[in-house]
């Protein structure tokens, strides 16, 4: 089993913005697989959609630092670990800007980018990069689009009903060829055709200390979205999945360590990461959590 961990992104740790180098060189030394990122924009005071199903946002998201920025560090600190991203909200940028960030972050990472995106569920996020919200879906699939244009073809273009990327000289490729692995996240029947259809990858979750850990949670969508996979002619074995694990701020590490080895042993998945913000309140203490995890669960 593959484990990774998030970067000091969000919550008490983003003030401790000095010290996102330092955990990525000694998470990569502790044994972490993958280092990840997320993307907020905005923590809103009145939210009109709440995080997860509640009413309310998570006061974590309060304090939040770039994720491009981020993964930039990770990647230049260390030599290993894979650099994820679940998810980065693609709607939000124009490819062209999306697919130079993400071409850097390869290219200076060595090829250990992996790409995860999604559709995002905050109105008022929407409202602060000027875009609708409706029509999400069809706005990622351009993205998608414009993307696999800018990184497979030189000149590229590309001309949707919600992107545009005129004429261009594209001759800089990312390390891993043909581009890097995207992943996509997203339970509802859309989300999962789009991931038949066209990811590499699905990035499901588990929140250990809200709900014990259910394998079909799992394996009842991947087993769709492999059907449908074969259906629309791809080798269904070929779609991954990395599991996000986003415990409660009362979960044990036993519970964290319990849903690491039930995925191992009753799913497909062989990577997992864990989401620290919750649980951790300082850099030392997410380092040190870090160890017990990979020391109890592998």
């Known amino acids: 089993m593959r484990i990774g961990f998030t970067l000091p992104q969000f919550g008490s740790m983003a003030r401790q913005a000095d010290q996102v180098a330092g955990f990525a060189r000694q998470a990569e030394g502790l044994g972490a697989d993958s280092l990840w990122v997320g993307d907020r924009l905005l923590a809103?005071?009145?939210?009109?959609?709440?995080?997860?199903g509640t009413d309310t946002i998570p006061?974590?998201?309060?304090r939040r630092l770039d994720p491009f920025a981020l993964?930039?560090?990770a990647a230049t600190v260390t030599e290993r670990p894979l650099i994820g991203s679940n998810v980065l909200n693609a709607t939000w940028y124009p490819p062209a800007l999306l697919e130079r960030s993400l071409t850097t972050i390869?290219?200076?990472?060595?090829?250990?980018?992996?790409?995860?995106?999604?559709?995002?569920?905050?109105?008022?996020e929407y409202q602060a990069v000027g875009l609708p919200m409706e029509k999400r879906g069809a706005r990622l699939d351009e993205s998608l689009d414009a993307l696999e244009a800018l990184w497979t073809t030189d000149p590229a273009s590309y001309q949707g009903s919600y992107w545009t990327v005129p004429a261009t000289h594209a001759d800089l490729r990312p390390a891993r060829k043909p581009r890097p692995p995207i992943?996509?996240?997203?339970?509802?029947?859309?989300?999962?055709r789009r991931i038949a259809r066209r990811a590499d990858g699905w990035?499901?979750?588990?929140?250990p200390g809200a709900v014990v850990f259910d394998p079909a949670s799992v394996n009842e969508p991947l087993a769709r979205i492999r059907a449908l996979a074969e259906g629309y002619g791809r080798d269904p074995g070929a779609v991954d999945v990395v599991l996000r694990i986003n415990p409660t701020a009362t979960a044990s590490l036993d519970d964290i360590v319990a849903t690491v080895v039930r995925a191992g042993d009753e799913t497909d998945v062989d990577h997992v990461f864990v989401e620290l913000m919750y649980i951790a309140?300082?850099?030392?203490?997410?380092?040190?959590?870090a160890g017990r995890i990979l020391d109890a669960a592998r």
């Open 71 to 73: 993964m930039t560090i």
């Open 203 to 207: 990035l499901p979750v588990a929140v």
């Open 281 to 289: 309140e300082e850099v030392d203490q997410a380092l040190e959590l």
């Open 183 to 192: 992943y996509l996240g997203g339970a509802a029947p859309a989300a999962l």
């Open 59 to 62: 006061e974590g998201f309060n």
């Open 106 to 124: 390869d290219l200076v990472s060595g090829g250990r980018l992996l790409a995860g995106f999604g559709v995002g569920w905050s109105p008022e």
């Open 44 to 52: 809103p005071v009145r939210p009109i959609v709440g995080y997860a």
